[in-house]
Structures are given as structure tokens and as C-alpha cells.
């Protein structure tokens, strides 16, 4: 979707190694989600954001953080990648009355 | 625990079959529910949104219904296409807010030329 960008696309990164993850948002958006998506598990919330400074956990936090220091901007950092969190990432914004809008997603490889 | 089931998990069709796609859930408290397409290596891209109030939306070859005391929600393709061979996937978004969103994990449709 235009009005939502991640980045980067593709990472291959080491095990130990941090990792941020950038999705920016040009629809002024209040809520803004991060999911990973993997066979057989589907889609898992990671942490969701309801305003700036405003974040939580969702069901799949640990290892993760997030930040959002303005309004357009929200990132996952990964404290210390592991190879379990070898995934795709997808960012979201969502509206009640247009529902969700998804990012392409980040392939994230961790060796 | 909201529980979102989609059967089948793959369906292959020949073109210009109108077909159905199901979507159950096991706890009828809905806000809304949304059906999504995901082609391969790609993001999701939102098809229709269904509000509670609401029993069914259409988007040109798209009808979606929901039916809450069922707890099912069906996406109709008329006239299907190669074009709409995806993934689908259906979002269960409760009364109690989009943090506690249920995806369902997909239907893989392949339309045959």
C-alpha cells in the first residue's frame, strides 16, 4: 500500500546481532501493529502502538521491542536476533471504518 | 479464546467457476471482519471489511457475508479469474479492539485457464 512503506525489504543478519525494522506511515494513522508471519502459525501480533509513546505487547513480544517517537514512524528492534525469528514482518495501520491497511512486509533471515 | 477456521485450506478451480470461501469463528462478539488477499511474497491487501451492523458488502466480482449467531462468514468470487488465484484470508476483529485481532490461516485458491 502506497501510504505505508517498510524497510528495509530483505535482511540476512547473525545471530546476536540487534535489528531494526522501520514502518512509516503517511496517513497520520493513530494505530499502527507489527506482525510476523509464519507457516502454520499464520499472522501473530508482536506489539501495537495506539499513539505516540503509546505502545504494548501483543502475543508474540518476547525478544522484541518497539518504539514510536512520532506518528509516521514506528520501529521493531529485535535485542539480540535469534534464528526463531527468522520471519516476515508486516507493519499495519488500521481505521474502524476501513479496517486494516498492511505494509509489503521485511524477509528477515537470521543465521 | 476467538478460534477462526478456514476450510478448505486449498481449492483449485477451473476458470470462470464462481466459487465460495468459508470463514467460521467460535465467538460471535464481533466488531468487524475483514477478508484480505495475499499473493505470493507479498503484503495483505484488504478486499472488504463487514461491519457487525452490517450482513454482507460487495466489491464488483466480491460478495462477502457475515452471519454473527453462526459465527461464519462466507467471501463469494463470481466469474472467477488466474487473476484471483491468491491466498485469502480472513480477520475476526473483536468487540474488545484490533490488538485482539484472529486471522484465520488462509484458503490457497488456484483458477486453472
Known amino acids: 500500500d502506497a501510504g505505508i512503506t517498510q524497510s528495509p525489504r530483505h535482511k540476512v543478519t547473525e545471530t546476536g546481532t540487534p535489528v531494526t525494522l522501520r514502518c512509516h506511515q503517511t496517513?497520520?494513522?493513530?494505530?499502527m501493529y507489527w506482525y510476523r508471519q509464519d507457516p502454520g502459525h499464520g499472522l501473530r501480533l508482536i506489539h501495537y502502538?495506539?499513539?505516540?509513546?503509546?505502545?504494548d505487547k501483543g502475543e508474540v513480544s518476547d525478544g522484541y521491542s518497539v518504539s514510536r517517537s512520532k506518528t509516521e514512524d514506528f520501529l521493531l528492534t529485535l535485542e539480540s536476533a535469534t534464528s526463531s525469528q527468522t520471519s516476515v514482518y508486516f507493519c499495519?495501520?488500521?481505521?474502524?471504518?476501513?479496517?486494516?491497511?498492511f505494509g509489503s512486509g521485511t524477509r528477515l533471515t537470521v543465521v | 479464546k476467538q478460534e477462526v477456521t478456514q476450510i478448505p485450506a486449498a481449492l483449485s478451480v477451473p476458470e470462470g467457476e464462481n466459487l465460495v470461501l468459508n470463514c467460521s469463528f467460535t465467538?460471535?462478539?464481533?466488531?468487524?471482519l475483514q477478508w484480505f488477499r495475499q499473493d505470493p511474497g507479498k503484503g495483505l491487501t484488504s478486499l472488504l471489511l463487514i461491519q457487525s451492523s452490517q450482513r454482507e458488502q460487495t466489491s464488483g466480482r466480491l460478495n462477502a457475508s457475515l452471519d454473527k449467531s453462526s459465527g461464519r462468514s462466507t467471501l463469494y468470487i463470481a466469474a472467477s479469474q488466474p487473476g484471483d488465484s491468491a491466498t485469502y484470508l480472513c480477520a475476526v476483529i473483536p468487540s474488545g479492539g484490533y490488538q485482539k485481532v484472529t486471522f484465520g490461516t488462509g484458503t490457497k485458491l488456484q483458477v486453472i485457464p
Open positions: 496517513e497520520n494513522h493513530r494505530y
Open positions: 465467538d460471535s462478539a464481533i466488531y468487524n
Open positions: 499495519a495501520t488500521q481505521t474502524g471504518g476501513y479496517g486494516y491497511t
Open positions: 502502538s495506539y499513539g505516540v509513546k503509546d505502545t
